[in-house]
């Protein structure tokens, strides 16, 4: 647990300095938004984003689709490696033989696994706010900082959720890699879904099978929308998907030697 702390704190500095660092890109990119906004307009990047398009035109619009675009798939892929480790890979790596061996129920196990994550999404969560943040005071733009810590509260939301699905699926598979590759390869299918689905209306209804449908960062900032439904949504699915990761884990036939 301590390197995955370690780990953790790096991460939380990287994208600290990464969103921060964006941040300071503004001042000159700021006469040229409105050939970015042009560029967003084109169907392929529509396909690519979804509906959830700002205008670059302000500091705001700049960094919600600088850092909310894509931010959700990167920070899930992160979150879906450390779940897949703790089920699947101690199960790979033999030391949850140990852990087998000792009076500890195996529901306490999953469950310790999952309130472990919830500091270290805490952390990557306040991290990114604070470059915005410090990013926004730095070249002396307003941030409106409250509905980017709304947008950063329902993102927590939505990694809580992803780490519950990626602890389900571990706790079903043996193979740390094989548990995260297949976790991950969820999480990109849910992100296609989300975004071709908002422009075909044809597959409009599997939106609602989606994680990030459920995680409107850019209406939050923009329009200050804030739907609690959704973030009571994304609560559910992580309860369900954490029941049934204890469940299968209970049930699963684990020699121990």
Not at 198 to 203: A, E, F, Q, R
Request: proline share 2%; with cysteine; charged share 15%.
């Amino acid at each position: 647990m301590k390197d995955k702390w370690v780990g953790a704190t790096v991460a939380a500095v990287l994208l600290f300095l990464y969103v921060f660092w964006i941040a300071t890109f503004y001042p000159a990119l700021k006469p040229n938004m409105s050939m970015y906004d042009d560029m967003l307009s084109n169907p392929t990047f529509q396909a690519l984003l979804g509906e959830q398009v700002a205008t670059m035109g302000t500091f705001v619009g700049f960094m919600t689709m600088e850092v909310f675009s894509y931010m959700g798939l990167v920070l899930g892929a992160y979150i879906i490696f450390m779940a897949a480790s703790f089920a699947a890979g101690e199960i790979e790596q033999k030391s949850s033989e140990l852990l087998l061996s000792l009076p500890v129920r195996r529901e306490s196990l999953i469950i310790s696994r999952f309130t472990a994550m919830l500091p270290f999404i805490a952390l990557i969560v306040l991290a990114e706010l604070a470059a915005i943040y410090a990013g926004g005071r730095y070249i002396g733009e307003d941030s409106s900082i409250r509905w980017f810590a709304y947008a950063m509260l329902f993102m927590g939301f939505f990694l809580v959720a992803v780490g519950a699905m990626a602890l389900l699926i571990s706790s079903l598979m043996s193979d740390g890699r094989k548990a995260a590759l297949v976790s991950l390869g969820i999480l990109l299918g849910m992100f296609l879904v989300e975004n071709i689905g908002s422009m075909v209306t044809s597959i409009d209804w599997a939106r609602s099978l989606s994680l990030f449908h459920y995680v409107r960062l850019t209406s939050i900032v923009m329009n200050h929308e804030v739907v609690w439904r959704n973030a009571g949504i994304l609560l559910v699915i992580t309860v369900v998907c954490l029941v049934l990761a204890v469940i299968v884990f209970r049930q699963r036939d684990i020699n121990v030697t």
